[in-house]
């Protein structure tokens, strides 16, 4: 199907359904019952799924690819965001062009930042993105104010020209849509109890997504892919075989950081605004525990790493103390506060140490990350499966 | 004229005078065999020739034209393929994708990006690749991980990879090293065949006399970086120089 062999098509497949039933299998717990509060399945959220899913995507194709670790891939991301805010000011508010200028501005950015770092590999190289990447957050955040907004940020507004839509001066600012359907709009299902939102917005990210993922299979199936992982396999030995190594390395870094692009790009469509912050080196590092935490070098792992990290941060971090308590109520009060002592740390505003303690166990224990737990899983069940058959014929 | 002339050539790692005054000519569509006891330069000579280290003093020409200040892969496109003397393949790979890379990397020399071209679809590459492995009895092993594999194995991979780029220069740095008997032999064969069949010319170094006397035309012997006698191997045999420097040692 669409060149893919089977087994990829499947994935593809798989991928799409995740996006088309999300806000279903995202709430799993009826709206009035209390685990309802653990429900991802609201626009917000599933935006962010699968916008990170996108750059984490991206990067992956960088990294799990070539092995060159980029620390600086939110510059990229930033980039795009003002791109496209600037698009929806001056031109239209419809999110196509702007979306489409977060990438190119994004690409083009890369090519600069990359044409340097690539100069260098292993740690020499990851030191260069991180300094291009928190120069640029320094810049946006000051100097460039009157292109970046600096630290308030950029946004729309009532003034704006919009030359397609001629801008109009009383009223509100437009919403951002996609021709005509605005990226907030949405409609709710409410089923026996369930609550069910499908939102414009995440539906336009999600078919991007599902293009993004496409694109990276045909990447990762390519000869030009092929070379990719020989350059994360053996250099040198690429060289003495014949192949410059070097505008690979750039193609595959510009892509890349369009990806990031897209998904600032994205980011704006669904909230026209765009802060410095966006830039930061602790984005470009969250992106990197994606990636590690979901798989590296896979197709899949890199959405599902986005997926975990978007969960805890938005789900896992709004437990409190108060609710611990009415969960443990049961039990008898003194053992009520131990047990509410010992989990405390981990939950609500602690949410960091659990992703951390995670993170190392994955290191440790799950280099493959997120997709190798899943195939092990396999492994162990179809090792019974075999059992199973065999022992008729003893 | 020789295909390839080296003058001079010196190259100094510290105190260390690797190669000094190394003079090599190698004849067009010859077997050439540059023999010497260990540590006597002869793989610092190689890595003078396709640019992995650039000397100090001297000249290298290939095919008239100098291969000095041209990257690694400017000199493998000019027509010279190396194997190493540690096999140097694509560890994290399958053979099959070992046996691609330098297919591809002839075709598309300098760039291709076509994410739209797919690997499994580009049938005439993969069955020339597909032959190589054949030819080199691996193509049972075609989708193992090549670093799994022995030794002798991993090497005949790589002569494999440098065969299907069909080089005008061939070097190979001890490329029956950690091979079983009947290994060795069929690679004899197969660089035999290869020399009558196509225009190439081999440069060779190797330890087993056996194999040296088989297939070199030429011999240069190198010893404490400078050639001692270079000879046809008749010569070589009864040579008092060489049976002190080398033959002596080993024998
Ligand atoms: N990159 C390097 N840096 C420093 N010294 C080196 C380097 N490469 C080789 N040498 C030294 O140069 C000398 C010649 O080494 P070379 O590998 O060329 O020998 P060789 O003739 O290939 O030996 P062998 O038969 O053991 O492979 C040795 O003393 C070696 O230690
Ligand atoms: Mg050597």
Redesign the pocket.
């Known amino acids: 199907m669409l060149g893919l062999n089977k087994k990829d098509a499947s994935l593809l497949l798989m991928v799409a359904a995740l996006v088309a039933f999300a806000p279903i299998l995202l709430n799993p717990f009826p709206e009035a019952s209390a685990l309802a509060q653990f429900n991802a399945g609201y626009p917000d959220l599933m935006q962010r799924f699968v916008i990170f899913g996108i750059f984490a995507v991206g990067f992956n194709i960088l990294f799990g690819l070539t092995g060159y670790l980029s620390f600086g891939h939110a510059a990229f991301l930033g980039a795009g965001s003002y791109a496209g805010v600037w698009m929806m000011k001056l031109l239209t508010v419809n999110v196509i062009p702007a979306i489409l200028i977060s990438t190119v501005v994004a690409g083009l950015f890369s090519i600069l930042i990359g044409f340097i770092s690539l100069r260098r590999s292993g740690i020499y190289f990851s030191i260069l993105t991180l300094a291009f990447a928190q120069m640029s957050f320094a810049l946006a955040a000051s100097v460039l104010t009157p292109i970046t907004g600096g630290e308030t940020g950029l946004n729309l507004a009532l003034d704006d020209p919009r030359i397609l839509e001629g801008g109009n001066t009383t009223g509100n600012i437009p919403a951002p849509n996609f021709f005509g359907l605005e990226m907030g709009d949405s409609l709710q299902l409410n089923v026996a109890g369930w609550l069910w939102t499908f939102n414009v917005g995440y539906y336009l990210a999600g078919v991007v997504l599902i293009i993004a993922f496409y694109t990276a299979i045909r990447i990762f199936r390519s000869p030009f892919g092929l070379m990719l992982r020989a350059i994360k396999s053996n250099q040198h030995r690429l060289g003495f075989t014949g192949l410059n190594t070097r505008p690979y390395m750039l193609a595959c870094f510009v892509i890349s950081g369009m990806y990031a692009g897209l998904a600032g790009g994205l980011m704006v469509a669904m909230d026209p605004l765009a802060g410095a912050e966006r830039m930061q080196w602790t984005a470009s590092g969250e992106v990197v525990l994606m990636t590690i935490l979901g798989g590296i070098g896979t197709l899949i792992g890199p959405v599902l790493g986005a997926g975990l990290i978007k969960y805890f941060e938005n789900i896992f971090s709004k437990i409190n103390s108060n609710l611990l308590h009415e969960w443990f109520a049961f039990l008898p009060d003194g053992l009520e506060d131990f047990v509410v002592t010992i989990i405390y740390p981990f939950v609500g505003k602690g949410w960091h140490l659990t992703l951390g303690l995670m993170f190392m166990g994955v290191i440790i224990f799950l280099p493959g990350g997120l997709v190798e737990l899943g195939q092990r899983i396999r492994r162990v069940f179809s090792k019974k499966d075999a059992n199973q058959h065999t022992k008729p014929a003893e | 004229m020789g295909i390839l002339e080296v003058k001079d050539v010196g190259k100094r790692?510290?105190g260390?005078q690797?190669l000094s005054d190394v003079h090599l000519n190698v004849m067009e569509n010859t077997c050439h065999a540059i023999i010497?006891p260990?540590?006597?330069?002869?793989?610092?000579?190689l890595n003078c020739l396709i640019g992995k280290l650039i000397p100090d003093t001297g000249s290298v020409m290939f095919q008239g034209q100098s291969v000095l200040g041209r990257s690694p892969f400017e000199i493998n496109q000019m027509g010279i393929s190396r194997v190493f003397?540690t096999p140097e393949i694509f560890g994290d790979l399958t053979v099959m994708e070992n046996m691609l890379i330098p297919i591809l990397a002839k075709r598309d020399g300098a760039f291709e990006m076509n994410g739209w071209s797919k690997l499994a679809s580009q049938k005439d590459v993969n069955e020339y690749a597909e032959k190589m492995l054949e030819d080199m009895n691996l193509v049972d092993k075609r989708n193992m991980h090549s670093a799994s594999m022995s030794r002798g194995d991993k090497r005949r991979l790589e002569i494999a990879m440098c065969l299907s780029q069909d080089p005008s220069l061939l070097l190979l740095d001890?490329p029956t090293a950690g091979m079983a008997r009947a290994d060795t032999n069929n690679t004899i064969d197969l660089l035999k065949q290869i020399k009558e069949e196509r225009d190439i010319t081999i440069a060779i170094?190797e330890?087993d006399m056996h194999v040296v006397f088989s297939l070199a035309d030429r011999i240069t012997v190198?010893a404490q970086g400078t050639p001692l006698v270079e000879d046809t191997p008749e010569n070589i045999k009864g040579h008092p120089k060489v049976k002190e420097a080398y033959l002596g040692e080993t024998a």
């Not at chain 2, 260990?38 to 000579?45: C, H």
């Open positions: 790692f510290g260390l690797a010497g260990n540590g006597a330069g002869k793989s610092t000579l003397q001890e170094i330890h190198l």
